[in-house]
């Protein structure tokens, strides 16, 4: 894939939430004309195009991604915590080497419950065409996938030669992240080839 031809909108996320369980790598590219999804497992790579004009809909779903890793990760942290503060009241002074192991163990947990919650709210992205629903797993945090949503929309209706009123793009730019499954609307990405994709 040259890289000139290519702008890096995500870099490589695991497919599966535990990367033990999965070494599958998705990231995401833009093209001219298309969105590129690469999957590497590390010995291969896959690719998949996805046309502006035969993109219907790129719909988000929130979910407790954060959450879940938030109380995996807090949880130690507070014990960890709880440990300084119990060898600070009960021990006048500390030595040098517990200082450090306890500084390494608490910063395991608490670094990352700290990226966890400056990325912010967590979300699972799908993209539809006529033919396929495909997730987009590198898109997985709700202010990263509308920044590259905001980035590509203008792209996928220029490509579809719609013609959308200043209100409708308004609506677009407001909108909230869906607690639904996947959807279209018929009249718009069914009955409607021409019809500007609808993105939510």
Not at 92 to 112: D, K, R, Y
Request: glycine share 6%.
């Amino acid at each position: 894939m040259p890289a000139k031809d290519y702008q890096r909108l995500t870099y490589a996320r695991s497919r599966s939430a535990f990367v033990a369980v999965s070494m599958s790598r998705s990231s995401l590219w833009l093209g001219k004309d298309h969105l590129l999804g690469v999957d590497s497992s590390g010995y291969t790579e896959t690719y998949k195009r996805f046309y502006f004009r035969d993109i219907q809909a790129v719909t988000l779903m929130s979910t407790k991604r954060r959450a879940i890793w938030n109380w995996v990760l807090g949880v130690p942290t507070i014990v960890c915590l709880a440990g300084w503060s119990y060898d600070l009241l009960s021990s006048a002074t500390m030595e040098l080497g517990a200082i450090i192991t306890g500084t390494i163990l608490t910063s395991v947990f608490a670094v990352p419950l700290l990226i966890n919650n400056l990325l912010g709210p967590s979300c699972i992205c799908h993209l539809r065409t006529a033919v396929q629903i495909e997730e987009l797993p590198s898109l997985c945090r709700v202010r990263k996938t509308r920044r590259v949503l905001e980035q590509i929309r203008p792209l996928i209706i220029a490509a579809q030669g719609g013609q959308l009123s200043p209100e409708t793009i308004s609506t677009w730019m407001r909108a909230g992240v869906q607690t639904s499954p996947v959807t279209a609307p018929p009249e718009t990405a069914t009955d409607n080839p021409n019809a500007p994709p609808v993105i939510s």
